[in-house]
């Protein structure tokens, strides 16, 4: 039963909705190394788990020419609309993935091929019975493991305080990762702004930032 959902799940992830020449596509027998991922080597990759419609990614692409941004995202109508942008600037360092990342992330690409990797907003299932689907979790941190090299940066945003509250005491517990600077943030401004994020500010909610740095494997 186990084995035919993951092949159910790997042949969900196997297929691109439409065509375009942006898409990755992920395969059970091979990883995608750093090779397969653009046509030209890239000095550093980022990859953007959940990007939405794409907004904080193309900026971050338009600053950064010499960094590969992968983008894993479900959603059709925000990839449709990520495309557009990704055309709109002529941009050569941005792919997509049509996958959810929470299916088998570390399965996907190859060892340490991601120098950055951010987390923006992910679902905070507060109800009680539902908090077993949240992303972060010890499984997710081993894949963070995986597929940074140590010193790699993960961040992190939610706007739901015990939820930033679990992830802050995941790091405090594991012996692989270190606070960047601060254990917690109420401010970023290396990173764009997302919709959602300008959306919960002019809700007056408070942001929650969490960044931390890989140091041993």
Known sequence: MIQDLEDKLWSIA?????????????????????????????????????????EVAIEMARQRPNTGFVLMEKKFDRIRHTIRGIERHSLKNVKILCVNFNWFLEDVFEDRVFSEI??????????????????MNLKFLHSLQ??????????????????????????????????????????????????????????GKRIYYIDQILIQK
């Open 118 to 135: 951010l987390l923006n907003f992910p679902d905070p299932w507060p109800k009680k019975r539902h908090r077993k689907k949240r992303t």
């Open 146 to 203: 995986t597929l940074l090299p140590e010193g790699g940066k993960f961040s992190f945003a939610t706007d739901y305080g015990p939820y930033a509250r679990r992830v802050m005491r995941l790091f405090r517990d594991s012996k692989s990762f270190k606070p960047e600077v601060e254990e917690l943030r109420l401010e970023r401004m290396e990173f764009p702004v997302s919709h959602f994020e300008r959306k919960k500010r002019e809700e």
């Open 14 to 54: 196997s297929g691109i909705p439409f065509a375009s020449e942006y898409f990755l596509q992920a395969s059970p027998v091979r990883k995608l190394k750093k090779d397969n991922l653009f046509s030209k080597e890239f000095e550093t990759y980022f990859l953007e788990l959940g990007s939405g419609w794409g």
